[in-house]
């Protein structure tokens, strides 16, 4: 499955700009990532690392949003070639979490004090 991609601008010409690359972004493997916490945020706030192949990924639940527009609360992660990666999450509170997870998935990670479904 390709994702379809849609690159803008952000209004900063006057002329604003988009770019749809439908099922042009590059191969490979990756994993979604779905945070939950106690509070109800979705993770908002808490910062994640991905590791897969001797790299490591950064970024942030941040929840933006931007003119027209809002980011999912899904966490989007290429892996390129690799099947699995170790997710490390550092939740708001301070509290940290590691997870194996396998690519191709949309996994569910939960704060330590969140009881399983």
Do not use: C, F, K
Request: glycine share 14%; no cysteine.
């Amino acid at each position: 499955m390709a994702l379809d991609l849609v690159i803008g601008d952000g209004g900063r010409t006057t002329d604003t700009s988009y770019t749809l690359l439908m099922g042009a972004a590059p191969r490979g493997n990756r994993v979604q990532i779905d945070l939950r916490d106690p509070w109800s945020l979705d993770g908002l706030g808490a910062r994640v690392r991905v590791h897969a192949g001797g790299r490591v990924q950064a970024l942030g639940q941040t929840g933006g949003s931007h003119w027209a527009a809002q980011d999912h609360v899904r966490l989007h992660v290429g892996l390129g070639a690799h099947d699995t990666a170790i997710v490390e999450v550092s939740w708001p509170d301070g509290a940290l979490t590691h997870d194996s997870v396998e690519a191709g998935r949309i996994v569910t990670l939960r704060h330590p004090d969140m009881a399983p479904d």
